[in-house]
């Protein structure tokens, strides 16, 4: 009788233990919500030794929610750590710790993930998630497992299948028990990744933006900004690069509008480095790729840290700046001195700058190769993807025939309450259209303004274009002439324009005249229009100017420019000539014009440069 006494006290003390620390670690994770980052750790650190005598489950926990605040305050390795005790604690799975168990593995993955994204390091753990997952209750933490394995999948070319098999159990988990949006978002993003790393884009497309619609109705932009990472990486490899500009716009005012998720600049910049490139801008490109180093701090996930360093050495070359590649090479080393280039084309760079000109031929054929060998292995991966995808077609043919018998029967019964109910579907289809023309109206009404602009502006410099500036000139002049107010018209262009086009290419002579503009508008006040005539001409009706403050104005917009110019502009010289008149004592505008361009003229033959005034 003792001994079972004694059996039952032991029993009450053992439930009563685990309740205590139960509610004890539901009141930290309270108390955890209330903290910041560096609060939530010191916090945690403060309360180890409370749970040293807690049961296996509530140790646990405890290391599994310290690795999430190493994680959140980028302590990756201490994370690491934390995890693992975790894991190491619930080794010997059982129903009650599967679901903390499975959590830990796929936290621990994740930070192998940041740590060096290699999916030999991250992906074991979650191939063990989804074999520990099968045992489990929660939905949530199942699906996350199949989606987090998927993941896996991405660079095996002829396991596709299993990826996405992977994927349509997630998803059919999802479906049965209604899940979230966010949880369909999870689901669609590793399903396009998964399409994308398999080359197959357009497929990759539709699912990444599905994904950003599931996570955009519940405004989770982390992950819409995720997706739009993703979506700018496919538009380019489909080759629509204005798609791809259009997302990097989006992960700019996302940036912008959400301060608080401190790396959505350092991506935005990266993603828009590699649309540049992509272009073939390459001066605009090192410009977002050196921004986005300057904000690597940004970031936990190093591989594209060490990304930005190797876009840059290749661009540097694409420049002729080798004394760049050599200084941006010797910085990534000291950064990642462990850190291993494997791209061919990179080291070819890196010796080509340093002289070695043998070792360069050799990594560019390396290169060579490997483009050969990728080329072949895509051809063969192609045949293999087709089959699957013919395969996924026919199930699905069939899939639609079953359930186009089902609604054949359905309609058989629906049949019957059709006449009752056609009135009311007529009166819904008169209010739906009703809606639809409300909305068309609002649409016209709306964007009838954007047409306008669009019809009055210059489509490469965003200034009036030469039919809008010449009327509103011509305005200005006949308002001039009635109030007997002053009207200084400027006409410039830019010297010796077709040898830079002919020798540096149309796209340096497109940044040049946006350089022109940008220097031009930052002198102007807003009582001047300016406007593109053509070519690398440009107008300016400057009102209320006398001839001497708008000769005044000329020289401070031609010393702007060649001033300024030095920095943009190292390989040729940039400067414009100016002409200058009043528009008093002419007859109409296009006299005054005239003159404008007799004045143009003198400047050029004075040796450019130069601003030639009406009357001296």
Not at 144 to 160: G, H, I, T
Not at 232 to 238: C, Y
Not at 494 to 508: E, R, Y
Not at 610 to 616: A, E, P, T
């Amino acid at each position: 009788m003792r001994f079972i006494f004694v059996i039952l006290l032991n029993f009450i003390c053992l439930y009563y233990s685990s309740n205590v620390f139960s509610q004890t670690m539901s009141t930290v994770e309270q108390r955890l919500t209330t903290l910041s980052s560096t609060e939530k750790l010191r916090y945690l650190q403060s309360i180890k030794a409370d749970f040293s005598t807690a049961s296996i489950l509530e140790q646990a926990k405890y290391q599994h929610e310290l690795g999430m605040v190493f994680e959140e305050n980028k302590q990756l390795n201490s994370a690491l750590n934390a995890f693992s005790k975790s894991i190491d604690m619930l080794s010997a799975a059982t129903d009650a710790t599967r679901t903390m168990l499975v959590k830990s593995l796929l936290e621990r993955s994740y930070v192998n993930y940041l740590i060096n994204f290699e999916v030999e390091s991250y992906c074991p753990d979650r191939k063990l998630a989804v074999a520990v997952s099968k045992g489990i209750i929660d939905v949530d933490v199942k699906i996350r497992a199949l989606v987090q394995y998927a993941f896996c999948f991405k660079e095996k070319k002829m396991q596709l299948s299993e990826g996405l098999a992977l994927l349509d159990d997630a998803l059919a988990l999802a479906q049965e028990n209604q899940l979230p949006a966010n949880t369909l978002g999870m689901i669609y993003n590793a399903s396009g990744n998964l399409y994308r790393n398999h080359q197959l884009y357009d497929q990759a497309n539709e699912y990444l933006s599905t994904a950003y619609e599931q996570w955009a109705s519940v405004n989770d932009y982390q992950d819409m900004f995720n997706m739009l990472h993703g979506l700018v990486a496919t538009s380019i490899e489909r080759l629509e690069l204005s798609q791809a500009q259009q997302h990097v716009d989006e992960m700019f005012q996302l940036a912008k509008q959400q301060p608080a998720f401190e790396d959505f600049i350092f991506f935005a910049n990266y993603n828009a480095g590699l649309v540049a490139n992509a272009n073939k801008h390459w001066t605009k490109a090192i410009n977002y790729f050196e921004k986005s180093l300057q904000l690597r701090k940004y970031t936990q996930e190093i591989f594209f840290i060490k990304q930005s360093y190797q876009q840059l050495i290749l661009l540097y070359l694409r420049n002729n700046q080798t004394e760049k590649v050599r200084l941006m090479y010797t910085e990534l080393k000291q950064f990642f001195p462990d850190y291993v280039i494997k791209d061919a084309g990179v080291l070819a760079t890196v010796a080509y700058a340093n002289g070695d000109y043998a070792q360069s031929r050799d990594q560019f054929l390396l290169q060579l190769d490997h483009e050969i060998t990728e080329r072949r292995l895509f051809l063969k991966h192609t045949m293999h993807v087709n089959t699957l995808l013919n395969r996924q077609n026919t199930n699905a043919l069939d899939k639609k025939l079953l359930n186009q018998k089902i609604k054949i029967q359905q309609l058989q019964l629906i049949n019957q309450q059709v006449v009752q109910e056609r009135t009311w579907q007529l009166l819904a289809f008169s209010v739906v259209a009703l809606i639809l023309m409300m909305m068309l109206i609002r649409y016209l009404l709306r964007n009838r303004r954007k047409f306008k602009k669009l019809a009055c502006t210059d489509v490469l410099t965003g200034i009036a274009n030469r039919r809008y500036i010449l009327e509103k000139g011509d305005l200005l002049f006949k308002q001039a002439k009635v109030k007997s107010e002053c009207l200084a018209v400027l006409l410039f262009d830019i010297d010796n324009f077709k040898l830079v086009n002919d020798g540096q290419g149309h796209h340096v002579g497109d940044q040049v005249i946006n350089f022109i503009v940008n220097q031009t508008q930052s002198c102007l006040t807003k009582e001047c229009e300016f406007g593109r005539l053509g070519g690398d001409e440009f107008i300016i009706m400057a009102k209320g100017l006398s001839i001497n403050s708008a000769k005044a104005l000329a020289e401070e917009i031609r010393v702007k420019v060649e001033e300024n110019a030095k920095a943009f502009f190292i390989d040729f010289s940039v400067s414009i000539s100016i002409g200058v008149v009043s528009a008093e004592g002419f007859e109409n505008l296009a006299s005054a014009i005239a003159e404008a361009d007799t004045m143009l003229y003198e400047a050029k033959g004075l040796g450019r440069n130069v601003v030639v005034c009406q009357n001296g």
